[in-house]
């Protein structure tokens, strides 16, 4: 079968190896290679973007995105692979992102994170929230405890997306992939139907709002795990940015749900690999120990990364002792983890040495 123009940019990018494609009429096709926007010398009219945008998307679909101005759809291309496209309008213009969903789901250690995600991925219950910056691999590092899940143990596992990105096979588990606007018309209604489908983990693709946080509440305080991911930088932000969907009246009763059912959050960034091409990636991991519960229930935030700091014995991390790992074992540049870290000058100073400590008493007292 003969490949459109579209499936011949999106084999261009597989070929080099690109995350994403983005698509503006008038401007070069843009590919972005291990962190880079790297231009080529293609520039689609306002037809062709039509015409890319028909050849992956419906007819209801097209009418939708005229209607409303955006569009979120997957999309495979045959013989390249899949892909989660996006279609919206700047400037009244239609504009096209790809993003390449590498079929291959790989493994923690392939991926270079912590032993401590398969632990985190066995939990019989609880809240379990991967945040970072859009492209810092949280689907991949989703996919991957879902998989671990899959291949150790025998479970149930239902995921709602928007839309599907990774294919999983059943292997010891049992999977339901549905997909929003295709197989529910929500990722709250879909979480509060699927408490009646006997699930032991729910994936959430992405927590957006109030009503689906209090259904993922709903679901871990009836003993079941939920997986999903939020756009924060961080531990303390993540908490803060759940406390956001609520009025100051509401939020201790919020904070007390929390501490109860948040089982963890794992923070991710990706760094230029020192050597060589691709990236890295960097965690700060938070467990939800008894120190993490009683800040959360003080509403002490700003002593949680102390105790992220201190709670090494529980598989805890910050972004800095990661960062200084991956320096030591030369992985990444200084440089480069000075840039990543949320603070610099205490990274610089582990560089030469020096650690200032953070006992439990200090963080409680």
Known sequence: MAKTLLGNVLEKAVTSDASDVHIKEGSPVAFRIDGDIITSDYIPDAEMLERFMRQVASDKQVESFHK?????????????????????RQRGLICLNARWVKNRIMTFEQLGL?????????????????????????????????????????????????????????????????????????????LKHSLRQDPDIIMVGEMRDKTSFEAALQAADTGHLVMTTLHASNAAQTINRILDFYEKAEQDPIREALANNLAAVISQRLLPRAMGSGRVPANEIMINSP?????????????????????????????????????????????DALEASDNPEALKMNFEGIFLSAGDSKILG
Do not use: W
């Open 291 to 335: 120190i993490i519960t009683k800040l959360l229930q003080e509403n002490r935030l700003d002593k949680l990364s102390g105790a992220v700091a201190a709670g090494n014995s529980y598989g805890m991390m910050t972004f800095n002792q990661c960062l200084l790992k991956h320096v030591d074992d030369g992985l990444i540049s200084e440089e």
């Open 68 to 88: 409303t101005g955006d569009l979120d759809i997957s999309h495979y291309e045959d013989g390249i692979g899949r892909f989660r496209i996006n279609v919206h």
């Open 114 to 190: 912590p032993s401590i995600m398969c632990q985190i991925s066995e939990y019989p219950r609880g809240i379990v929230i991967l945040t970072g910056t859009t492209g810092s691999g949280k689907s991949t590092t989703l996919a991957a405890m879902l998989e671990h899940v899959n291949q150790t143990m025998a479970k149930h596992i239902i995921t709602i997306e928007d839309p599907i990105e990774y294919e999983f096979q059943d292997d010891v588990s049992f999977f339901e992939q549905r997909e929003v606007g295709i197989d529910t018309i929500s990722f709250a209604s879909a």
